[in-house]
């Protein structure tokens, strides 16, 4: 298919346009009739299916066209009509406020074919105003609303709560945040007034699903479950680039956060930076005992700035000196966990460490209705400790 572009829009990515929503929906009809006919020649059996709407906010190209990617590969898992809004600040000077509208129907070469609707709304210039109105008659009445917000979201702005008025779930992803120190309390603020109303989510929260869970099974252990009562100290190592200037600790704070709020640890000392790079800072036990936890940051070849790349958790019981080690192999593909007591290795082993792609994250997102209570804790937790 020759590609062919209207303005800066890519219309052999994003769809044919239309110039008003009575007629993107008519072009939408007609691309589902056109789809049936070929797909009956073809001998195949289309689905058209929406389980969900789901709205993208993005204000650059790259993270639009990713969530677009995304969605259309979770097409079979989660069929939903998705409408990605993507604002462009760049419009040049004097160029009036428009919201331009381009819809398809992303196709498989399955022998079932799962119909599905996208639809860009790409807003030039300070059209902010008119983007709420444009997106609230193109949902499909009655589905569950996926606010999927790339980037930092503005938790005071207009727009941002708009659309959150229409929304059921809101996931934003802390990796993509330029400041997740500032930006994490106003998430928490944000999950305290949805209380009820919208979950809210964090893509990176569900990267730390795995590391929680090694931490979890270490204690499942009765032998060892005593040491979680005498924790002297947690690190947290995160990865950086090579000159350590792109640093975002917002997963090794969260992994901090739960285990914080889990074992219903209370603020000594403020969030601060430590000599040695990272984030240093002081709690107090259940039983009021003083510790240390740090973010530290550290080069890994293989892992996105941000990732967990290990966590040693110090603890003492009836005389004995644990460590809980979960550490990722120079294959980031998987992770060695071990437990040393008294400076003997009791127990190693090491396991596939999965690494999910965007479409694996999202996709596991949208099959949750609702508030994540435990995160909203870790969250919550981490705001009082910093």
Known sequence: MA?????????????????????????L??????????????????????????????????????????????ALRHPSRAIVVLADRRAPEGVDAAIEMHCHLPSSDGARLVSYEQILLRARGDSDERLASAVIPLLVPDLPVFVWWTGNPPTSGR??????????????????????QATLPELAELCERAHGRFGVTDLNWTRLTP???????????????????????????????MDGRDS???????????????????????????????????IERSD?????????????RGLDDGDVS???????????????????????????????????????????????????????ELAILGSDRTYEDSLQTLVRLA
């Not at 590609?3 to 346009?17: L, N, P």
């Not at 929680?212 to 950086?240: H, I, K, M, N, Q």
């Not at 080690?325 to 992770?335: A, L």
């Not at 040393?340 to 694996?360: F, L």
């Open 29 to 74: 009809a007609r691309l589902r009739r056109a789809q049936s006919a070929h797909a009956r020649e073809q001998g195949r059996t289309i689905a058209r299916a929406s389980v969900l709407n789901l709205i993208v906010y993005a204000d650059r190209e790259l993270h639009a066209r990713r969530a677009a990617e995304s969605i259309s590969q979770l």
């Open 310 to 364: 290990g966590i040693r958790i110090q603890a003492e019981h009836d005389g004995q000196l644990g460590e809980f080690v979960v550490k990722r192999q120079p294959d980031p593909r998987h992770q060695t966990e071990t437990v040393i007591v008294d400076g003997r290795v009791r127990w190693e082993r090491t396991i596939p460490m999965p690494s999910p792609a965007i479409v694996e994250l999202i996709g596991e």
């Open 159 to 180: 727009l941002f709560g708009q659309v959150l008025a229409l929304a059921d779930r809101l996931i934003v992803d802390s990796a993509d945040f330029a400041r997740p």
């Open 211 to 241: 590391w929680r869970e090694c931490v979890t099974l270490f204690f499942d252990v009765p032998a060892w479950r005593p040491f979680l009562s005498g924790v002297t100290g947690v690190r947290v190592g995160y990865a950086v680039d």
């Open 248 to 282: 975002n600790p917002s997963q090794a704070l969260l992994f901090l956060g739960w285990l914080a709020s889990r074992l219903g640890w209370r603020p000594h000392e403020a969030i601060a930076p430590h000599e040695a790079g990272g984030l240093l800072f002081a």
């Open 288 to 300: 009021a005992r003083r510790i240390m936890l740090r973010a530290r940051p550290r080069f890994e």
């Open 3 to 27: 590609q062919s572009v209207i303005g800066d829009v890519d219309t052999a990515f994003w769809g044919a346009r239309a110039a008003s929503v009575a007629e993107l929906e008519r072009e």
